[in-house]
T-cell receptor, first 116, second 112 residues
Framework: ETGVTQSPTHLIKTRGQQVTLRCSSQ?????VSWYQQALGQGPQFIFQ???????GRGNFPPRFSGLQFPNYSSELNVNALELDDSALYLC???????????????FGPGTRLTVL | QKEVEQDPGPLSVPEGAIVSLNCTYS??????FMWYRQYSRKGPELLMY????GNKEDGRFTAQVDKSSKYISLFIRDSQPSDSATYLC????????????FGTGTSLTVIP
């Protein structure tokens, strides 16, 4: 069974740039959630994708957007980067049927984004 | 008021001690409760997952949920240096199509 993978591991960008982070979900999972974890804080929910559609969103501005592909992999895009966007970005995958509770979420290693 | 409150520590204990980690929450709709372990610069790793109130044991780990008090705990028996990590509690109203709310994490160091 393949776990959740994320790329790249580390990324340095400058303010105002755009970034794309990628996630491959665990085998058998169809739901992907993205979280932002600032240093010394718990993960904060950005959004979730289920069957290629956004299925819940946290308190993040529209410049945070995402995609889920038919193979259930996912991208997180952040436009107009700000210094406060510097954080560990975590992807978590899970399985959902749409009519019953899912199994819980399994996290990837994260992408550490630094905005200068 | 935050949805989930967790004492950030740091907590330092000698090897073999019993460790108690706790979270409180405000949303009575939460039904699913998780504990994750996170090593430095790594993603969170699922330790325990419980539904509603009660206890769940897995090896040296025991999770307790008291929904009437809105309080959850993780106990680690016979703590080991390899248990040194940050422990995050997380909870959700529904696992399907809903977000997880995390505590800030408690940093634990087990001293050999």
């Amino acid at each position: 069974e393949t776990g959740v993978t994320q790329s790249p591991t580390h990324l340095i960008k400058t303010r105002g740039q755009q970034v794309t982070l990628r996630c491959s979900s665990q085998s058998g999972h169809n739901t992907v959630s993205w979280y932002q974890q600032a240093l010394g804080q718990g993960p904060q929910f950005i959004f979730q994708y289920y069957r290629e559609e956004e299925n819940g969103r946290g308190n993040f501005p529209p410049r945070f957007s995402g995609l889920q592909f038919p193979n259930y992999s996912s991208e997180l895009n952040v436009n107009a980067l700000e210094l406060d966007d510097s954080a560990l970005y975590l992807c978590a995958s899970s399985w959902a049927s749409g009519s019953s509770p899912t199994d819980t979420q399994y996290f990837g290693p994260g992408t550490r984004l630094t905005v200068l | 008021q935050k949805e989930v409150e967790q004492d950030p520590g740091p907590l330092s204990v000698p090897e073999g001690a019993i460790v108690s980690l706790n979270c409180t929450y405000s949303n009575s709709a939460f039904q699913y409760f998780m504990w994750y372990r996170q090593y430095s610069r790594k993603g969170p790793e699922l330790l325990m997952y419980t539904y509603s109130s009660g206890n769940k044991e897995d090896g040296r780990f025991t999770a307790q949920v008291d929904k009437s008090s809105k309080y959850i705990s993780l106990f680690i028996r016979d703590s080991q240096p390899s248990d040194s990590a940050t422990y995050l509690c997380a909870m959700s109203a529904f696992l399907s199509g809903n977000q997880f709310y995390f505590g800030t994490g408690t940093s634990l160091t087990v001293i050999p």
